[in-house]
Each structure stands twice: as structure tokens, then as C-alpha cells.
């Protein structure tokens, strides 16, 4: 079947509109026929009862009161035949040439006569009378039933359709009446009419196929019209569609209008994008480039032409370190916001913000993916040169410090040697020599934490059991503790695990933080000290609670800053050695206080030690 069905337009026109006109008009045709030669053998039948009523109802009381009135009661056979024959034979000539074409007469069926009796036309059929009927004429079967019944079929004049009418008196059946045509006649009557009425359908079919190849023709041309203009507007939506009128052309003005709308939106849509300082880059489901703005361009050095239809990975991503934030968010489907990272770039790389997402389609239909960006390097460069200011006003400042640390006992060092070298007295040497060494002594400690902030050991990592090691540090300060009346409270948690990390310079940590808790109480307090494994970030957080006087808030933004201390006898290098110590293991230290209540410094540390993440590009 697919094999004969059209594939073009006008083909599935032609074929349906033929099977939608052809089908119904013969049909129509053949039952027009059908009734047509229904209608005019009922017709005939009637013509024929008509003719056969008028002869039975000619003779009046029967056939015995003809013979009575003309006194042949007694006579023979042929002669009663004759005489009815001349009483009868005038009206059925009459009553045959009334109706072109057809047969009548009588026929007498009484126990002492039977036979034909007339048979008009008189002048075609009148060597018929006297004729006797078979057993098997219909007419005997009409006589001995008494209903009138049509027979078609051969008979004594031929082939013919037949109306016969029972003869009755005194409800005694005498004989019957008939009235036939020749079926010959009847067939070329029906032919006549079927051929019109082919003729008629034939005429009609020929003018619908002409007419509907006209239509499809027509049809199919402003379709054509409409399916090149089409193709037209995929190459550009400024060549609009031509020729169609009528309601085609209203379709094909609808579709102009569409595509001015859609030109119109896309030309502001790239106007939007062309005038956005943020580069944008769209790639498909395959990593190829699909298009990208005037800021990408400039961004990147590269023009649209260069790389449209190029894969994004070769472009950006061949022979570099780089992961690509793009290509992960099409691969995976998670988006990336804000996220600053380094990006090659034709000319070298540059430092941009980044924002990655997956693109749809009207249907919801992932098509590709987008990243817009905007470059941070004149930003960065300007963020570096203020960190280096910051660190050059914090060596300023860490010199200050140096100089005023070291300044004072040297001072006291240079006027002792001094008032030594002018006395002889041994007393005096044997008195001020320790203090000389004792101010030397500071010195050196001052240069030797000095000399760890700036460059610490190495760490030596090892898996360490953190609550165990709080416990070791805290032997260390129980003389002190006992001195001054401190309490612990430990709130070690039990299911802590094994933290990677060096545990001598952690112990230093722990000891320099318990140490200024207890300073920070004057008399008596309580030092909370808190482990937590916080399951969700992989980590370990230890806390140090006391309950002493709290800092200041101004001063809460200095304590990480060398040699800024409060206390009469610190150098200021103990919580400096200690936010080296953590942020060198990757971690972070969150310090929160209360003026008069208490501080709570807060150390977090993961629970592995892992290398630098690679850098990531869009």
C-alpha cells in the first residue's frame, strides 16, 4: 500500500479529493440505477394491472351472459369461442393500443370451455385463440389461487413480463385477464436510462477531476510558496514570503509578521548582548561553540567566525591545566556563580568572575550551555597592590615593634657594660652581670619567636589523637593552674576521630591559647575547653571558654598582629605563632568575646591534609 500512496502534496491531494468525490458519485450513480430500474418495472407492472383491470372489469357478469345474449349456450366449443372472440376482440385491440407495446386479452377457464379467447393487437396475435395453456402457465396457477400475480419470463408470446388478473363471479373463477410487454423493450427502456445515467456521472466525474487537479494545482503552488519562502528565512528572516492570496496568503502575511516579530526580538536581543561589558559564550550538547558577544570577543581575542562551530575544549582548554567550569556544568548539569578563577585567552590569561549554567529550550529541552563573565584583572592587579601595601605596612609596623622590643633592653645592656667599664668594684660587677645576661636572655627569646612567625618548622604530619593531646598540654600548666585556682571543664567528645596534622606545633597552639585564657583571669575562673566533629564539613573544632574580662573590640581586630599585646610582660608573638600554626594547616580561627563575661576562641582543622586544588577555567 505505502508503495502506490503518493509522498508529494499534490499526489495525497489528488488521491483523496478522487476517492472523496469518485466513490460517493458512483455510488450515487448505482443507486440511481438500481431505483431508476426498480421504479420502472414497478411502473410497468402497474401499467399492465391497469390494462388487465380494465379488460376484467369489460365483460360484466362473465363470459355465459355474452354466449346467453347471443344464443350460443348450446353451441360448440369453436363457436362459442368465435362469438366471444367478436364480442370481445374490439376492446381488447382498444385497450392493447392504448398502451404501445403490450399484450392483452382474455382467457376462459369454465368446465365446458377453455381457450384463448382474445389476444390484442388482433392484427399480431390472432392465430393465438382457441389456444389451451400447459399445467405449468402461470396463468393456471393465478386461476386456481384467484390473486392476480407478474411473471416474467418466456411465455406464449415470448419472452415478456407478464400481469395477469383472476376472473371471478358468483366467487367462481372463469378464467383470467392479462397484459404483458416484451421484455426486450423493457431491457432497452432500462438500458436508455442507465446510460444517461452513466453519462451523467461520467460527464461529473470528469469535470471533479478536472476541477481538483485545478485546486490541487493551485493548493499546492502557494504551499511551494510558502515552504521556499521558508527556506528562505532560515538563511534570513528579512526575505519575506510572496505570491499566496486568499487564505493561504493570510497565512503566509501571519508568517512575515512572525518573522519580523522574531527578527525584531532578536535583533534587540543582540543589541542587549552586544552592549553588555559581561562576555558570553553559548555552547550545544556537543561542546561546540554556538555563539558569542562582542565583549567575548574582546575578552578573549578571538572573533566570531575563528570559532563558532569549533569545540569549546580546543579553543580554551587544549594543552592547559585548566578544568573547564562550562563544559562541567553542560556534563553534569550543576551551576557555577560568581566563582573567580584564571582563564586563558589568546594573548595570555586574565582573572574573570564566572557564572555557568545549562540552556533550555521552549520545550525545557537542554540545547547547550552559557558562561558569562567579566574581567577582574585590572581589579585583582589592583587588590594585589594593595595587599602588598598591607604587607609592606605590616612589616613597617613588625619593625616598629622589633625596634621597640629590642630597643629597651639593649638600652639597659649598653648603660650597664658602660657604668661596668668605668668601676673596679667586683661587688657591683658580680650584682649588674646578671642582669645583663638576664636582658640578653629577652633578646634572644624576642628574635627566636620573631624568627618562627617569620618562617615556622616545617610540619611534620601525623595522625593525631586530638583529645589526647589536649590532655598532654594541659600537665604542662597545672603548677600554674594550681596558682591561680583555675578550673578545666573538658567536653572532649567521645567519637572524635584521628585529625592529620604536626602535633608538636599543635601542642604549642593549645599551650599559648590555655595561657591567655588563664592571664585573662585575674583571681579565679573557669576554662572551658570543647571538641566537636562536625560530620558535614570533615572537620574538628576545639574551643577555649573562659570567664575573664573579655576584650575590648578594638582591640579584638589587633590580637593576631605582631607584637600588639596588653600585658605588661608579653612580646605579643604568642597568638601570631598560633593563626600561623592553624591557617598552615588549612584551617580557620574564630575568636568571640565578651567585655566582662568572658572569650571564647574557636580553632576548626580538617580532618586531612590535602593538596592545592587545581585552578578551574570557564
Known sequence: MKAFWPTNLRGKMIILTLLVVTIPMVVTGYIMKTDAEASLLAEKQRKLFGAAWLLEQHIGSGFDEILAGRGVMQADRDTKLQVLNQALADFTD??????????????????????????????????????????????????????????????VRGSIMNAMVPIVRNEQVIGYVWANELTDDIQMQIADMERNIFWSVGVGMALSIILILWFADTIVSDVNS?????????????????????????IAAAINNMAKSLLEARTLTEHIMDSMTDGIITVDNQGVITSLNQAAERLTGYEVQEIVGVAYEKVFCHGTRFNSLLLDTLRTGKSHLGQETDYPVRTGTIHISTSTTRLRNANEEIIGAVVVFRDLTANHRLEQQVKRADRLAALGELMAGVAHEVRNPLTSIKGFVQYLADSDSEEERREYTPIIIREVDRVNRIIEELLYFARPNRASTTTVDVNNLLEQTLVLVKNKTIRNLVEFDLQLAGDLPP????????????????????????????????????????????????????????????????????????????????????TAHRGQIKVDSIVGQGTAITVTIPLRQTGEDENNAV
Open 94 to 155: 382498444k385497450v392493447a393500443a392504448a398502451y404501445p407495446g403490450v399484450g392483452a386479452g382474455y382467457y376462459v377457464y369454465t368446465p365446458e370451455l377453455q381457450g384463448i379467447v382474445t389476444y390484442g393487437p388482433s392484427s399480431l396475435y390472432s392465430g393465438k385463440v382457441g389456444v389451451f395453456i400447459d399445467e405449468n402457465h402461470p396463468g393456471v396457477k393465478v386461476m386456481r389461487n384467484g390473486e392476480s400475480r407478474v411473471e416474467v419470463g418466456p411465455l
Open 226 to 250: 510558502i515552504k521556499h519562502g521558508l527556506r528562505r528565512m532560515e538563511k534570513d528572516l528579512k526575505n519575506p514570503i510572496t505570491g499566496p492570496t486568499g487564505e493561504i496568503g493570510e
Open 499 to 582: 585529625v592529620e596534622m604536626d602535633a608538636e606545633q599543635f601542642k604549642q597552639v593549645f599551650l599559648n591559647l590555655v595561657i591567655n585564657a588563664m592571664q585573662a583571669m585575674q583571681q579565679q575562673g573557669c576554662i572551658t575547653i570543647k571538641t566537636v566533629w562536625n560530620k558535614a564539613a570533615s572537620s574538628v573544632c576545639i574551643s577555649f571558654a573562659d570567664t575573664g574580662v573579655g576584650i575590648e573590640e578594638q582591640d579584638a581586630v589587633k590580637i593576631f598582629d605582631p607584637f600588639y599585646t596588653t600585658k605588661e610582660t608579653g612580646t605579643g608573638l604568642g597568638l601570631p605563632v598560633v593563626h600561623r600554626i592553624v
